[in-house]
């Protein structure tokens, strides 16, 4: 590990110093101070997973403060688009499909956006490793590019943000890139709607699965994006089981396309039967699934902040991410996690595990009780 860590200092102290020279070369006939006016048309970039972009919403919220007039464009990721649909801060979404790489593919893109005339480019990157979105700043040809200058990151930016190491919700970090234009994080509150898609698929859905307004539903979703951040299939079997026969819960296990293997196991450990198995569902869809929850249970994922953005109460595990960083933003997130010594180890493999396997299905069942207190308090008011 020590040996790792060496080589990774290493490689950023050198990357810092090329990146700063090859920033000078191209970057000479730029401004490097951001005008009081004429930002009219302003290009915004988060290419991130789903929870990075759940998380960006309220930057977007406060740069639509800040230019009442202006034309905001979002350039997100194709499969995330869902998550921005009916945003009012937004004024066109465009999609960069990161799986498609070809060479003509990537020139009639950035001749589309060149064709735009962006006055700002804004690129809200907090992965220290993603180049793609500085390029994609850079050849826009806007006159102001702005950008976190992570290890050099922002070589091709005009005006570099400096990265601040201390750990931080990452929506503070997003607010610290737009910090230049005047903006300050007042509301981190991620928001996003419901897309028609999801609100019909639920309508749908829901009562076929012979689940009524009046029944205490919970959700839950097993995933995550990196094997070490899932926590075991059969605590999952066991907590759906005693919500079941404790609360006589409907539950419903929740995945997309490439988790499927995960909900069924569960699905097969558990006495009791689940209310659903949904999988292989757009994200459109399980968004309308999730607004329709009394109470989601999950890993750190992308879900966990499409339900705190929709203000649903959550239940999550955590291991090795960073808390700080991606701790539920607003009321009623309870987040369940052992101190030990390697977490957070931020890792995306790991052979140990502990961190999620000391977490006990009891932990889990503890923090319902307070989940259900808490909710039955808010039916009152």
Same mark, same amino acid.
């Given at each position: ?33 951001? $005008?009081?006016?004429? #930002? ?50 937004? +004024? ?74 201390? +750990?931080?919700?990452?929506?503070? #970090? ?20 419901? $897309? ?12 076929? #699965? ?11 979703? $097993? ?98 991410? #960073? ?37 006990? $299905? ?20």
């Amino acid at each position: 590990m020590i040996f790792k860590n060496y080589i990774k200092n290493a490689y950023l102290s050198t990357r810092v110093v090329i990146l700063g020279l090859l920033g000078r070369i191209f970057i000479k006939s730029k401004a490097k101070y951001l $005008p009081k006016e004429g #930002l009219r048309n302003i290009l915004v970039i988060q290419l991130e997973r789903i929870g990075d972009l759940v998380l960006t919403t309220p930057v977007f919220r406060a740069l639509r403060d800040k230019f009442l007039d202006s034309y905001i464009v979002i350039l997100v990721n194709g499969c995330n688009k869902d998550i921005v649909l009916g945003d009012p801060n937004i +004024d066109e979404i465009l999609v960069y499909n990161l799986k498609d790489s070809g060479i003509l593919s990537w020139i009639k893109f950035i001749k589309t956006i060149q064709k735009m005339h962006f006055d700002l480019s804004v690129d809200l990157t907090g992965n220290e490793n993603m180049f793609l979105p500085v390029l994609i700043s850079y050849f826009s040809k806007a006159k102001y590019t702005i950008g976190l200058n992570q290890f050099g990151r922002g070589f091709l930016f005009n005006i570099k943000v400096n990265y601040d190491p201390k +750990d931080k919700p990452l929506t503070e #970090l997003m607010f610290d890139i737009v910090r230049p234009l005047g903006i300050y994080g007042k509301d981190i509150k991620p928001q996003i709607n419901v $897309p028609q898609e999801g609100r019909i698929f639920a309508r749908e859905l829901l009562p076929k #699965l012979n689940i009524k307004n009046s029944d205490l539903l919970v959700g839950i979703h $097993p995933g995550g994006y990196y094997p070490s951040q899932r926590w075991p299939e059969k605590g999952f079997a066991k907590v759906a089981d005693e919500l079941i026969k404790r609360y006589a819960a409907k539950v419903l296990i929740i995945s997309g396309h490439a988790e499927e293997t995960i909900v069924f196991k569960i699905g097969s450990l558990m006495q009791n039967k689940p209310q659903g198995i949904i999988s292989d569902i757009t994200l459109q869809q399980l968004i309308g699934v999730i607004s329709n929850l009394d109470i989601l249970i999950c890993n750190n994922s992308g879900p966990l902040h499409i339900a705190t953005a929709l203000r649903i109460p959550t239940i999550s595990t955590m291991g090795p991410s #960073l808390p700080k960083k991606w701790h539920p933003i607003g009321e009623n997130h309870i987040i369940v996690r052992k101190e030990i010594k390697c977490s957070p180890c931020n890792l995306s493999i790991c052979k140990r595990h502990e961190c999620m396997e000391l977490i006990t $299905p009891a932990d889990i069942l503890e923090a319902i009780e307070i989940q259900l207190k808490n909710i039955k308090k808010s039916n009152k008011c």
